[in-house]
């Protein structure tokens, strides 16, 4: 009985130690990248695996659209605490909410739209593999549509 219960505990924290190790041999990529500012574009890199050309060409266009997203971001902020404000005032619909709702439907619609076009920008950078990937990704994740059916 004493060999068997020395089996089983040797079994059981190699078993543990094989998780563990594979566990953090897994996580290891990731977590040399989580605190950079490029982080969103390493990890790409490593999903797609990414040549330096591709990489460089990403993050001009990356950089080229940032200025545009957080003033979109901005944007629908204030439109936000708008309709807040607005929705505590009063106690039914008025023209000033629904003028609220529109226009933040409409930055988020635009946001939507600025977002695709930059999406599209940057898997015009992947080969026909990476493409399809990205787009399922960014679809998946970003925008909650499936862009493989």
Not at 26 to 35: A, K, N, Y
Not at 102 to 119: G, I, P, Y
């Amino acid at each position: 009985m004493k060999r068997f219960f020395l089996f089983s505990s040797w079994i059981g924290l190699s078993a543990a130690a094989v998780y563990a190790a594979t566990l953090f041999f897994e996580l290891l990529p990731s977590q040399r990248i989580v605190g950079r500012p490029d982080a969103g574009l390493q990890w790409l890199r490593l999903e797609l695996r990414l040549s330096d050309e591709q990489v460089a060409a990403i993050s001009r266009l990356q950089e080229d659209y940032r200025p545009s997203c957080q003033g979109m971001c901005r944007k629908i902020l204030t439109a936000d605490t708008r309709l807040q404000e607005l929705l505590r005032e009063n106690r039914s619909i008025t023209p000033e909410i629904q003028a609220a709702m529109a226009e933040r439907d409409k930055l988020l619609s635009d946001c939507r739209q600025a977002f695709l076009r930059h999406v599209y920008a940057v898997s015009a950078q992947l080969s026909a593999t990476q493409r399809q990937r990205y787009l399922t990704l960014v679809s998946d994740e970003l925008l909650g549509i499936d862009a493989t059916r």
